[in-house]
């Protein structure tokens, strides 16, 4: 008897596990700020990107390893862009492409973050 109880409490820990694992992983606002916090003067004004602003970019896109991540970034760029006067949108849009980074999407207020894969 006392096997089968261990085997019952061994099943839920798996599949508390397998549930929690894509959620303990999600992306969040505060990790996407931070990443893009350095670029912020770049995006307003232009001139040389700055090294800090390209490292979080590439940071940010390493993170962004699953579609809810991409789709809670785009969210969050937006939500930054929004309340951020002042930013050049066609700097933002060229940013990742300035650091060498590949963003399966266009970074715009106009982007439907439901639709990024």
Same mark, same amino acid.
């Given at each position: 008897? %006392?096997?089968?109880?261990?085997? #019952?409490?061994?099943?839920?820990?798996?599949?508390?596990?397998?549930?929690? +694992? $894509?959620? %303990?992983? +999600?992306?969040? @606002?505060?990790?996407?700020?931070?990443?893009?916090?350095? @670029?912020?003067?770049?995006?307003? *004004?232009?001139? =040389?990107?700055? *090294? +800090?602003?390209? &490292?979080?970019?590439?940071?940010?896109?390493?993170? =962004? #390893?699953?579609?809810?991540?991409?789709?809670? %970034?785009?969210?969050?760029?937006?939500?930054? =862009?929004?309340?951020? #006067?002042?930013? &050049? $949108?066609?700097?933002? %849009?060229?940013?990742?492409?300035?650091?060498?980074?590949?963003?399966?999407? #266009?970074?715009? $207020?106009? *982007? &439907?973050? &439901?639709?990024?894969?």
């Amino acid at each position: 008897m %006392a096997s089968f109880s261990a085997v #019952k409490i061994f099943s839920l820990v798996v599949m508390a596990m397998v549930v929690a +694992a $894509p959620l %303990a992983h +999600a992306l969040t @606002c505060g990790q996407v700020s931070s990443s893009i916090g350095p @670029c912020l003067n770049y995006l307003k *004004t232009g001139g =040389a990107v700055p *090294t +800090a602003c390209c &490292n979080g970019i590439r940071s940010l896109s390493s993170a =962004a #390893k699953t579609k809810a991540d991409r789709q809670a %970034a785009c969210r969050c760029l937006q939500s930054a =862009a929004g309340s951020v #006067k002042g930013l &050049n $949108p066609s700097l933002v %849009a060229g940013l990742p492409g300035k650091c060498g980074v590949n963003v399966p999407y #266009k970074i715009s $207020p106009s *982007t &439907n973050c &439901n639709s990024v894969q």
